[in-house]
């Protein structure tokens, strides 16, 4: 399974963003997908969540301002990113685990910059 992220860039605080990730490879194995993040000097965090029945997890300190979404028949991952922060500002990973493993175990982007300025 390859994952490939686009959609990142540079946004004024308060601004939008959308992120995709493609997807491509035995994608019949995947189960959920999601997004994480890691600024510099800090651990990588789960920022939403999606089963493959559809249900999504947000991160608390992004509720309410991103949207994860999943087009199966196109193979992709979104997430739509509202009002957004400085401290949004990270790395963006595109992840899909296994039915019934660990994230860490599973198929990772390389990642796409997001740069939200004050």
């Known amino acids: 399974v390859q994952l490939v992220e686009s959609g990142g860039g ?30 510099p000097g800090k651990e990588r965090g789960m920022v939403a969540t999606s089963s493959s029945g559809g249900r999504t997890y947000y991160a608390d300190s992004v509720k309410g301002r991103f949207t994860i979404s999943r087009d199966n028949d196109k193979n992709r991952l979104y997430l739509q990113m509202n009002s957004l922060k400085p401290e949004d500002t990270a790395m963006y990973y595109c992840a899909a685990r296994l039915p019934n493993r660990d994230y860490a175990e599973g198929y990772w982007g390389q990642g796409t910059q997001v740069t939200v300025s004050s």
């Open 10 to 39: 540079l946004v004024q605080a308060g601004g939008s963003l959308r992120l995709s990730c493609a997807a491509s490879g035995s994608l019949f194995s995947i189960g959920a997908m999601g997004w994480f993040r890691q600024a």
